[in-house]
């Protein structure tokens, strides 16, 4: 089936009690046993719950990945994918990522014995030369939060698998409606359903897809013995939102191309990071694996000050962390979403105190960019 009929209808057969066309909503703890050791295949919601099955199916068809894993947030999706490896395992990681992630890895993981190494992933010997004989794991971004550095994801999955270690693409800016890493050969695809897979800012999720039997298996025990599943509303949210994914993901990006081409022109903007722009580095090979670039865009006002004197000014692009909602945000990384993460590791990465970063809504462009160009007015 095409995406968008797999978006819509994907895991979501029509009850076959009452013949409802939309997936109900079990807000159920637990369920009745004819007797023991006889039941319907539901025991107990943490476990089994038949509107998360719905949602994992649903996105794990989107992802073409085998099995789907749904979660209460994006990280604790990412803390499960961690629940993989062992004492001494080493982590090879992009070091431009979600600062969140950042922190779980550092603050989390690292005093359980696990131990990782930051590079850039764009730069395929430096990826090849953080490999110890511990790695088991490399978990990536492309494009990266906030700068939008491009990975090769054929070449990286080449490399991991040469080295017996899982590939993990956080691919939650780009949806499967733009790139499936998993048809590039990732082992593992983690989201943040929160944002464009839900797209309507009313719910916190995540997922894990897996291409990996014996991942597949671990990722259902520990969902199972953690527990940190998410509750069936917020599944019913996010299935809601995924069957207009197409629909809000060419206008998103629509939006964010003509934003990007504006900003190009501006020269009072120091730097634009946006995939689809000629002038980006990653442009021909996020286009070689990709089928669009979004809807993330950051650029760099100069210095704080500037910055905080555009984020003042906004109106239309609402100030908040998060994105891929209908809504346009914008939001200040380096005291937002990475304030976890060094200050000399964010500025290596061109992560400064003047980054701006904005969430492309769908509202009408030109509204945008009138609102944007009020903001940056004061530069």
Not at 187 to 207: A, E, I, P
Not at 246 to 271: C, D, F, G, S, T
Not at 332 to 337: D, E, I, N, Y
Request: some cysteine; overall charge neutral.
């Amino acid at each position: 089936m095409g995406f968008s009929t797999d978006a819509v209808h994907a895991g979501q057969e029509p009850d076959p009690t009452t013949g409802a066309v939309t997936v109900p909503i079990y807000q159920t703890s637990t369920y009745v046993q004819e007797e023991l050791g006889k039941h319907k295949g539901f025991e107990y919601a943490r476990t089994q719950n038949p509107t998360r099955f719905a949602l994992e199916k649903n996105l794990a068809t989107l992802e073409r990945g085998a099995r789907g894993f749904a979660f209460a947030s994006g990280m604790a999706a990412i803390t499960a994918v961690g629940a993989l490896l062992k004492q001494g395992d080493h982590v090879v990681a992009s070091n431009n990522m979600y600062g969140g992630t950042y922190r779980l890895f550092e603050k989390v993981l690292a005093p359980y014995g696990l131990t990782f190494t930051y590079v850039n992933t764009g730069d395929l010997d430096a990826t090849g030369k953080a490999f110890r004989p511990a790695t088991r794991m490399l978990f990536m971004e492309t494009p990266t939060n906030p700068s939008m550095i491009i990975s090769d994801l054929r070449a990286l999955a080449k490399l991991t698998r040469s080295k017996n270690a899982l590939l993990v693409v956080d691919n939650t800016f780009m949806t499967p409606f733009f790139q499936r890493p998993i048809e590039l050969g990732a082992h593992l695809v983690v989201h943040s359903t929160t944002k464009y897979l839900n797209g309507h800012s009313d719910m916190v999720g995540g997922v894990v897809i897996s291409n990996d039997e014996a991942a597949s298996e671990r990722l259902q025990f520990v969902q199972n013995a953690a527990g940190a599943v998410p509750g069936p509303f917020d599944c019913w949210l996010c299935l809601r939102g995924v069957k207009t994914l197409a629909l809000r993901m060419e206008r998103h990006e629509q939006n964010a191309r003509a934003i990007a081409a504006w900003l190009e022109k501006l020269p009072k903007v120091k730097r634009i990071f946006y995939p689809g722009l000629k002038s980006h580095p990653g442009h021909e090979l996020h286009m070689s694996q990709a089928s669009g670039f979004g809807g993330m865009i950051a650029f760099d006002t100069g210095s704080l000050e500037k910055g905080a004197a555009v984020l003042r000014r906004a109106r239309l692009f609402a100030l908040a962390e998060s994105l891929g909602g209908v809504e346009s945000l914008i939001s200040h990384p380096a005291t937002m979403t990475h304030a976890s993460v060094p200050r000399e590791d964010r500025e290596r990465v061109g992560l400064t105190d003047g980054l701006v970063r904005i969430s492309v809504g769908i509202e009408d462009v030109d509204d945008l960019l009138r609102d944007l160009e009020y903001c940056l007015s004061v530069l």
